[in-house]
């Protein structure tokens, strides 16, 4: 059983300040790590994925890697009310079927 | 804009009456998938097929069954509907080694 664990929260922020959402996953083979957010009653939504060790930055999104630990990560800086959602982390070791954690539920407070 | 469109939004059906889910992405993507949402249980997969007429099944593929004449369409089979697959039902596409792109999904209840 390919396991994708995250911490369902909700996880409260103010607005501006820095969220951080992880992920641990239990295959060792696993090649591709992916960030969907989903807002409540709508579909999910691809905003981040990560192949290589370290971290990767798109606006105010930043993707962290660490497959020896087998802990990827999401940091969204300058958090907004918008961001308020869930967060499902998703991880492939074939890049064809994706497994998925059960997502952490985010809150921005204005 | 690429799309994955799913044909019904909401969907009301009675116990044991044959259910029909239909998908269809444009993207010309070879792999298309069915999954379940609820409450506390995240996505379920149901089946999965990585090419026409190919089809595996997934976590939870009981009473359920898929069809995949074309490469476009995908489409999910409850062969006698339960209350206990009221649920969100979502369909995805993707190329191998690429990211999901989701349909907007279909919310079902059986009644």
């Known amino acids: 059983q390919k396991e994708v664990e995250q911490n369902s929260g909700p996880l409260s922020v103010p607005e501006g300040a820095i969220a951080s959402l992880n992920c641990t996953y239990s295959d060792r083979g696993s090649q591709s790590f992916f960030w969907y957010r989903q807002y409540s009653g709508k579909s999910p939504e691809l905003i981040m994925f990560?192949?290589?060790?370290g971290d990767k930055e798109d606006g105010r999104f930043t993707a962290q890697l660490n497959k020896a630990s087998q802990y990827v990560s999401l940091l969204i800086r300058d958090s907004q009310p918008s961001d308020s959602a869930t967060y499902l982390c998703a991880v492939t070791p074939t890049g064809n079927q994706f497994y998925f954690g059960t997502g952490t539920s985010l809150t921005v407070i204005p | 804009d690429v799309k994955v469109t799913q044909s019904s939004r909401y969907l009301v059906k009675r116990t044991g009456e044959k259910v029909f889910l239909e998908c269809v992405q444009d993207?010309?993507?070879?792999?298309m998938f069915w999954y379940r949402q609820d409450p506390g249980l995240g996505l379920r997969l149901i089946y999965f097929?990585?090419?026409?007429?190919?089809?595996e099944k997934g976590d939870i593929p009981e009473g359920y069954s898929v069809s995949r004449e074309k490469k476009e369409r995908f489409s999910l089979i409850l062969e006698s509907a339960s209350t206990n697959q009221t649920s969100m039902y979502l369909c995805a596409s993707s190329f191998p080694g690429n990211g999901y792109t989701f349909g907007s999904g279909t919310r079902l209840t059986v009644v």
């Open positions: 097929s990585y090419d026409v007429k190919m089809k």
């Open positions: 993207m010309d993507h070879e792999n």
């Open positions: 990560i192949y290589s060790n």
